[in-house]
C-alpha cells in the first residue's frame, strides 16, 4: 500500500498482522516468554476460544512478516498459526 504524505512524498506503509496461534497445553508461560523477545511483536493477547494467543506485529514487508511468523512457529509449544494481515484499520 502507498501513501502520499503531507510533503508530496510518496512511501510504502507499514504492514500490520495479526498471528493466531494454537498452543500445546501448558505451553503458553514459556511460549510468551519467547515471543516477548522477536523484533516487531507489539502486543501479545491471551485469548479464549480456537486460538490461544494473538499476536499483533508491524513490520516493514512481507519477507519480515515471513520472518517473524517462522520465527513463532518455531517456538516450543506452538503447534499451528494463522496469519490475519489487516487491510484498514479504523479509528473510532
Known sequence: ML???ENGLVKE???TAYILTILKPGSADKAIQ???KIDHVEKISVVAGEYDIV???QVD???ELLDV???IQMIDGVEKTTTQIIEKEIAL
Open 3 to 5: 501513501i502520499a504524505p
Open 13 to 15: 506503509s507499514m504492514i
Open 34 to 36: 519467547e515471543m516477548r
Open 55 to 57: 499476536v499483533r506485529v
Open 61 to 63: 514487508n512481507l519477507e
Open 69 to 71: 511468523t517462522n520465527r
